[in-house]
């Protein structure tokens, strides 16, 4: 919602608001404007502009509601035939500056604002306010500038406005700066005590930490101040509505009766009936609301409809629904919940291809949150699917995003992580995990050397003639023998814990210097490491004493293993390893 400049109100002011009992001016048509009440507000200005075109300050304010009201086109011409007879009004400037701001051209704008400034000599706290707001709202505005304009203000004689400090508050959240924020609406409240919208405004800043201990009672003071306050009993009841419907019904009660009727008020009533469990009704009335509105409504009423039939399980509506939803909603709308949903539906498909598009919707939804417990929420929806699907890429790229979503991730996220690509035969990706990071993050383990080497033999030719494990094969042997029984007292616990895995890596080496290489005195060194682990190993004893033979003359008899003296090693642990688990 707009940052407008708001008025500062007394309890005592709200009741002849709320009943309509009061003569039209500006002051009573900003007053609506702070509790959000724009249609009421319009209504204001528009009586005001028809008794008196030229009334300066009900244009100015009639632009900023509709720019609330998201017409800025509206605004704009407002503004513009304003200002061909009143060029020189600030607060027309400062409203011109606002539109321009939204159109990209924020040279332009400035220009207008420091114009605006410099006509009523830098000491107008209204203009500087309405400076400082536009560059708040507008996404190109620029709020260090506005927090400039908001302590100038701040040292102009006789200072005494809380709708400057909280301006300053909405500069600095603009700024992620939640401290000064919060300091800044304090000041507000320590100049008006009955500012709620100070308030509120704190507790939407523990609401994006999603610290209820704070934002909850921030939202209940706001109305105690102020029991008109309608965007404080909103986020009660949102909140409310996902915790205790119940209690939910209360704070719409309150919020609908301190709100102007239509669309907004009707389209929280639909979402409550579905919430409630009233499916039926919630569909009906969604319906409803895009019959009468037309373009007009809003498009997430085309996804209440799309929610009831997933819910009914009728996945045609529900798919027809959510595509028309994503169809007509402004993509910057579109949240991570829209793309999970739309996941959800394709995922209950019997169409494989329809699934595997499920799971890019859920990338999408994963992307797009910004709430830690609903990525972890669609990354667990997702991989169920890619393990039922038994698709083993998908698996890989899922890994990929919950290693990266975790602050602190653990070896068992790594592993798994490098284990996926290995199993999806992403044999270059998963020796990059084991050998570049496994081995440097848990250098005594023995995951990162053991599926470093296979990944690393995994990119070679089947007779692994380009020796790209050989290396890693030499690590995994010398890291093995450290932790074997001949690094260790004799008997400890753990003597024989990775002699497999070095009498393997010294098979595979002296294979390859002995086939590949033809270096059959390197193939004799590294069987004799082996026997220095294994004594009675008979295998490795056998090829020692084929390979010390000289070598015969005659071509050797059909159906030796291998050609030479290098068939003796050539089944020798060269064969690409298995894909197994830990």
Not at 12 to 30: H, M, P
Not at 267 to 282: E, I, M, N, R, V
Not at 295 to 323: F, H, I, S
Not at 570 to 579: D, E, N, Q, S
Request: glycine share 8%.
């Amino acid at each position: 919602m707009k940052n407008t400049m708001r008025l500062s109100l007394l309890v005592a002011g709200v009741l002849g608001i709320c009943n309509g009992v009061f003569s039209q001016s500006v002051e009573q048509g900003k007053k609506f404007l702070y509790y959000q009440r724009y249609k009421s507000a319009k209504d204001v200005f528009d009586k005001l502009l028809a008794a008196n075109p030229n009334n300066i300050e009900a244009i100015y304010w009639e632009g900023q509601t509709l720019l609330d009201m998201k017409d800025s086109v509206a605004a704009g011409e407002l503004y513009s035939k304003a200002l061909q007879s009143n060029g020189s009004a600030p607060l027309i400037l400062v409203g011109m500056g606002n539109v321009e701001l939204r159109q990209g051209k924020a040279t332009d704008a400035k220009q207008r604002f420091e114009t605006a400034i410099s006509l009523s000599k830098g000491k107008d706290i209204d203009v500087l306010n309405a400076v400082a707001d536009a560059n708040i709202d507008a996404h190109s505005g620029d709020a260090t500038y506005a927090i400039e304009k908001l302590n100038q203000a701040t040292q102009q004689k006789k200072f005494n406005s809380a709708e400057t400090y909280v301006l300053m508050g909405d500069a600095y959240r603009k700024l992620i700066n939640g401290g000064d924020a919060v300091q800044s609406y304090q000041k507000a409240l320590a100049i008006d005590p009955k500012y709620a919208e100070a308030k509120y405004k704190i507790g939407k800043i523990y609401l994006t930490q999603n610290n209820r201990e704070y934002f909850l009672p921030a939202f209940e003071e706001a109305v105690e101040m102020d029991p008109a306050y309608a965007p404080a009993y909103f986020e009660l009841f949102y909140y409310w509505y996902y915790h205790d419907v119940n209690k939910a019904a209360d704070y719409l009660d309150k919020y609908i009766a301190n709100s102007d009727p239509g669309p907004d008020v009707e389209y929280l009533k639909t979402d409550y009936l579905y919430q409630t469990g009233k499916f039926a009704d919630a569909k009906t009335k969604a319906l409803g609301l895009i019959s009468s509105l037309n373009d007009k409504v809003a498009p997430r009423m085309y996804k209440m409809v799309a929610y009831v039939n997933d819910t009914l399980n009728d996945l045609p509506g529900a798919k027809q629904y959510m595509t028309t939803y994503f169809s007509k909603q402004d993509t910057a709308a579109i949240i991570g919940g829209d793309y999970a949903e739309l996941a959800h539906i394709d995922s209950k498909s019997t169409d494989t291809a329809t699934m595997l598009q499920a799971v890019e919707e859920y990338k999408k939804a994963i992307a797009r949150d910004t709430v830690p417990e609903f990525k972890a929420k669609y990354l667990a929806s997702a991989m169920e699917l890619v393990k039922r699907l038994k698709n083993r890429q998908g698996i890989a790229d899922l890994s990929a995003i919950y290693y990266a979503s975790k602050k602190e991730p653990s070896q068992t996220d790594l592993y798994n992580w490098g284990m996926a690509n290995y199993q999806a035969g992403n044999y270059k990706t998963a020796d990059s995990i084991f050998c570049g990071i496994y081995e440097t993050r848990f250098p005594t383990e023995i995951y990162g050397y053991l599926w470093c080497a296979r990944a690393m033999q995994m990119q070679d030719d089947s007779l692994n003639s380009q020796g790209l494990a050989v290396g890693a094969y030499d690590k995994l042997a010398a890291f093995s023998r450290t932790f074997d029984s001949t690094a260790h007292a004799a008997g400890s616990a753990d003597s024989t814990k990775y002699k497999g895995q070095a009498i393997s890596s010294y098979f595979f080496l002296a294979g390859y210097y002995n086939d590949v290489k033809k270096d059959k005195q390197t193939a004799i060194l590294y069987l004799q490491k082996l026997l220095e682990i294994d004594p009675t190993n008979a295998n490795a004893q056998r090829i020692i004493g084929l390979l010390n033979k000289p070598a015969r003359q005659a071509k050797p008899a059909t159906g030796a293993t291998g050609t030479g003296s290098g068939g003796a090693t050539g089944a020798a642990g060269a064969a690409k390893p298995k894909t197994t688990g830990k």
